[in-house]
T-cell receptor
Framework: AQSVTQLDSQVPVFEEAPVELRCNYSSSVSVYLFWYVQYPNQGLQLLLKYLSGSTLVKGINGFEAEFNKSQTSFHLRKPSVHISDTAEYFCAVSVIGNAGGTSYGKLTFGQGTILTVHP | NAGVMQNPRHLVRRRGQEARLRCSPMKGHSHVYWYRQLPEEGLKFMVYLQKENIIDESGMPKERFSAEFPKEGPSILRIQQVVRGDSAAYFC?????????????FGQGTRLTVV
């Protein structure tokens, strides 16, 4: 089984400051890694994903994340945040499984980190 | 191309009633996932369906919950005899499949309140 731990439930930061949202995972098999953002009363939007290759992944809205296999981490970073980045951020993992010959994936989410950007 | 459509956005039910949540996937998507988000928690996987088939229901409560994805029409998550603990946001996601170049797109969710 997989598990995801987001180490900070809330992160307050001032506008234009850098931010890092931390995510650690546990899995006995290889996983894909994702970061999603959820604005109030909205669904989830994919920020970025790591499937393979370069461990530094760039996503939308200036976010990036680095996969560290030895530390089983996938921290999200942004060098300069905006007020509009205020939202809840979820780290997630998936393992590709097979059922009846059909490949599929399902996501295991962390508890979420609420990022609040102050002016 | 419209996104994943969920309705209703908000649903209020009294204890003991039935709740029906609908999810229309994006055009061309035949994979649907349902997730539940309890207050102060992350999303938890419930069930994965392809057209007319339940592929994985390992996250579904054993009783009162069921899901379907018929050949025609939206996917339905059905909760019978709702209890207060069922109050949550229910999200649906759809995809064309899973792999390096696919993505699960999420709907805006249905917020169920049981009174």
């Amino acid at each position: 089984a997989q598990s995801v731990t987001q180490l900070d439930s809330q992160v307050p930061v001032f506008e234009e400051a850098p931010v890092e949202l931390r995510c650690n995972y546990s899995s006995s098999v290889s996983v894909y890694l994702f970061w999603y953002v959820q604005y109030p009363n909205q669904g989830l939007q994919l920020l970025l994903k790591y499937l393979s290759g370069s461990t530094l992944v760039k996503g939308i809205n200036g976010f990036e994340a680095e996969f560290n296999k030895s530390q089983t981490s996938f921290h999200l970073r942004k060098p300069s945040v905006h007020i509009s980045d205020t939202a809840e951020y979820f780290c997630a993992v998936s393992v590709i499984g097979n059922a009846g010959g059909t490949s599929y994936g399902k996501l295991t989410f962390g508890q979420g980190t609420i990022l609040t950007v102050h002016p | 191309n419209a996104g994943v459509m969920q309705n209703p956005r908000h649903l209020v039910r009294r204890r003991g009633q039935e709740a029906r949540l609908r999810c229309s996937p994006m055009k061309g998507h035949s994979h649907v996932y349902w997730y539940r988000q309890l207050p102060e928690e992350g999303l938890k996987f419930m069930v994965y369906l392809q057209k007319e088939n339940i592929i994985d229901e390992s996250g579904m409560p054993k009783e009162r919950f069921s899901a379907e994805f018929p050949k025609e029409g939206p996917s339905i998550l059905r909760i019978q005899q709702v209890v207060r603990g069922d109050s949550a946001a229910y999200f649906c996601a759809s995809s064309t499949g899973w792999g390096a170049n696919t993505e699960a797109f999420f709907g805006q969710g249905t917020r169920l309140t049981v009174v």
